[in-house]
C-alpha cells in the first residue's frame, strides 16, 4: 500500500521529466549534441534549471516544498554548466581542468553522502540522484563535449561480450574473498526469469550506468591524459572502492571498499577495451544482479 501511494500522476510526471535527458542523450547521443549547439549561449546555460521541474512536482504533490531546495535545484545544474562551459573553453586538448575536478567532486560527494536526500519524501530519494546524473550529463557530454566517454546504450555484441568477459574474470575472485571475509553468504534460491531479468534491469539503468558514467566515462577518462591507463585505473578503482564505506554499514565497512575497488579493476577494463559505458555496465549490472540475488 505504501508503495502504491506513491504512484501519483505528479510523480510519474515528474519520473517522466527526470528520465527524458538521461534517455535521450544515451540512445540519441549525436542528435541530442546537434541540437544543443543550435541553440543561443543563454539557452544553453539557462535550461539545466529546467531540473527543478521535478522536485516542484513531487514535492509539492507530497506537502514538503521548501523554497531553499527550489533554489539548489535550480542553480546547482546551471553552475555546473557554467564551470564547465568555462573548462571547455581554456582546456580543448581536455586534460582536465580544475573545474572538472570539482564538478565531480560535489556531484560525488552530494551523492554518496546524501546530501540533498532530505529534499524528498521518503523512498523517492532516487530522484536527487537522476537529477545530479542528468546535470552532469548535460555538463560533461553535451556541453563540455567530453571526448571518449562512451555514453551510448545502443549496446552492440561486442558490449555484452567484453562486459560478461570481465564478470567472468571477476567473479571466482570475488566470491573468494568475500565468502572468506564473511561478506558474501551463498544461499541456494530460484528467484524466476523475470525477477532475475527485472533486477538485472534495474540495476543496469539505476545503478550501474550512472556508477559507470561517472567514475568510468568522466573520471577514469579524464585522468588517464594525466597519469596514464594504469594509473587512472587503479586510481579511479580506489576511488570507486572508497565511494562505498558507508553501504550496508553504520561505519566505515572495509570488506565492501576492498570487493568494490577490486571490482572497479574490472569495470574500469570493459570500459575501456572500446571506451563503452555499456560494457562496463554490463560487467557491473551483472556482479551486482548476482551478488543481490544469490550471495547477499
Known amino acids: 500500500m505504501e508503495a502504491m501511494?506513491?504512484?501519483?500522476?505528479?510523480?510519474?510526471?515528474?519520473?517522466?521529466?527526470?528520465?527524458?535527458?538521461?534517455?535521450?542523450?544515451a540512445f540519441f547521443p549525436s542528435s541530442s549534441a546537434a541540437r544543443?549547439?543550435?541553440?543561443?549561449?543563454?539557452?544553453?546555460?539557462?535550461v539545466p534549471a529546467a531540473l527543478a521541474i521535478p522536485y516542484v512536482l513531487?514535492?509539492?504533490?507530497?506537502?514538503?516544498?521548501?523554497?531553499?531546495?527550489?533554489?539548489l535545484y535550480v542553480l546547482l545544474p546551471v553552475a555546473i554548466t557554467r564551470l564547465l562551459s568555462d573548462a571547455a573553453r581554456v582546456d580543448a586538448a581536455q586534460?582536465?581542468?580544475?573545474?572538472?575536478?570539482?564538478?565531480?567532486?560535489?556531484?560525488?560527494?552530494?551523492?554518496?553522502?546524501?546530501?540533498?536526500?532530505?529534499a524528498w519524501p521518503a523512498h523517492l530519494a532516487v530522484f536527487n540522484k537522476v537529477l545530479l546524473l542528468d546535470?552532469?550529463?548535460?555538463?560533461?557530454?553535451?556541453?563540455?563535449?567530453?571526448?571518449?566517454t562512451g555514453f551510448d546504450l545502443r549496446l552492440r555484441l561486442k558490449d555484452l561480450g567484453v562486459g560478461l568477459r570481465e564478470w567472468v574474470f571477476y567473479t571466482p575472485l570475488g566470491v573468494v574473498i568475500g565468502l572468506g571475509l564473511g561478506f558474501l553468504h551463498a544461499h541456494?534460491?530460484?528467484?524466476?526469469?523475470?525477477?532475475?531479468?527485472?533486477?538485472?534491469?534495474?540495476?543496469?539503468?539505476?545503478?550501474?550506468?550512472?556508477?559507470?558514467?561517472?567514475?568510468?566515462g568522466w573520471l577514469q577518462n579524464l585522468l588517464e591524459k594525466r597519469l596514464g591507463r594504469t594509473g587512472a585505473l587503479v586510481l579511479t578503482s580506489c576511488l570507486f572502492g572508497l565511494a562505498h564505506f558507508n553501504k550496508r554499514a553504520a561505519h566505515f565497512n572495509w570488506r565492501y571498499v576492498l570487493l568494490a575497488a577490486l571490482a572497479g579493476i574490472f569495470y574500469g577494463r570493459a570500459w575501456r577495451s572500446?571506451?563503452?559505458?555499456?560494457?562496463?555496465?554490463?560487467?557491473?549490472a551483472t556482479v551486482d544482479a548476482v551478488w543481490s540475488l544469490w550471495l547477499k
Not at 513531487?58 to 533554489?71: D, E, K, M, N, S
Not at 564538478?103 to 551523492?111: D, H, K, P, R, T
Not at 530460484?190 to 556508477?211: D, K, Q, R, S
Request: overall charge positive; aromatic content about 16%.
Open 5 to 25: 501511494a506513491l504512484v501519483t500522476p505528479l510523480n510519474l510526471l515528474a519520473a517522466a521529466l527526470t528520465l527524458a535527458p538521461y534517455l535521450a542523450v
Open 36 to 46: 544543443v549547439r543550435r541553440w543561443p549561449a543563454w539557452a544553453r546555460m539557462g
Open 58 to 71: 513531487v514535492a509539492c504533490g507530497a506537502g514538503v516544498f521548501r523554497w531553499g531546495w527550489l533554489a
Open 95 to 118: 586534460r582536465g581542468d580544475w573545474r572538472d575536478f570539482l564538478v565531480l567532486m560535489a556531484l560525488g560527494l552530494a551523492v554518496d553522502l546524501r546530501w540533498f536526500e532530505g
Open 135 to 148: 546535470a552532469g550529463i548535460y555538463g560533461f557530454v553535451l556541453i563540455r563535449g567530453l571526448d571518449g
Open 188 to 216: 541456494r534460491v530460484w528467484p524466476g526469469v523475470w525477477l532475475i531479468a527485472g533486477a538485472w534491469l534495474f540495476t543496469f539503468f539505476f545503478v550501474a550506468v550512472p556508477e559507470e558514467l561517472f567514475f568510468r
Open 274 to 284: 572500446e571506451r563503452r559505458v555499456g560494457a562496463s555496465a554490463v560487467t557491473h
